[in-house]
């Protein structure tokens, strides 16, 4: 029971990440750039008990940040196409 609550938790955040920024609206890439932010700030990742909290932490928090920095660049390859017009 506690594994399919944890594996719940850690699947909720997995089904929030953008794969692909180029697919998505500027509003969706700040939108989640800003819930990313939120996450960095509280330090919320992954699971909250156990040994496993530090695998899990480390692993989600990897992530968020290499998803973090796939949304900055496409914001900022807009940024510098629209700026180019």
Same mark, same amino acid.
């Given at each position: 029971?506690? *594994?399919? =609550?944890?594996?719940?938790?850690?699947?909720? #955040?997995?089904?929030?990440? %953008?794969?692909?920024?180029?697919?998505? +609206?500027?509003?969706?890439?700040?939108?989640?750039? *800003?819930? =990313?932010?939120?996450?960095?700030?509280?330090? #919320?990742?992954?699971?909250? %008990?156990?040994?496993?909290?530090?695998? +899990?932490?480390?692993?989600?928090?990897?992530?968020?940040?290499?998803?973090?920095?796939?949304?900055?660049?496409?914001?900022?390859?807009?940024?510098?196409?629209?700026?180019?017009?």
């Amino acid at each position: 029971m506690v *594994a399919t =609550i944890l594996a719940g938790h850690v699947n909720a #955040d997995v089904r929030d990440e %953008i794969k692909n920024p180029a697919t998505k +609206s500027t509003t969706e890439l700040l939108d989640r750039r *800003a819930e =990313i932010e939120r996450k960095i700030r509280e330090d #919320d990742f992954g699971v909250y %008990i156990g040994v496993i909290r530090w695998f +899990s932490h480390a692993s989600e928090k990897k992530s968020v940040l290499k998803e973090k920095a796939m949304i900055d660049a496409e914001l900022s390859r807009r940024a510098a196409k629209k700026a180019g017009k």
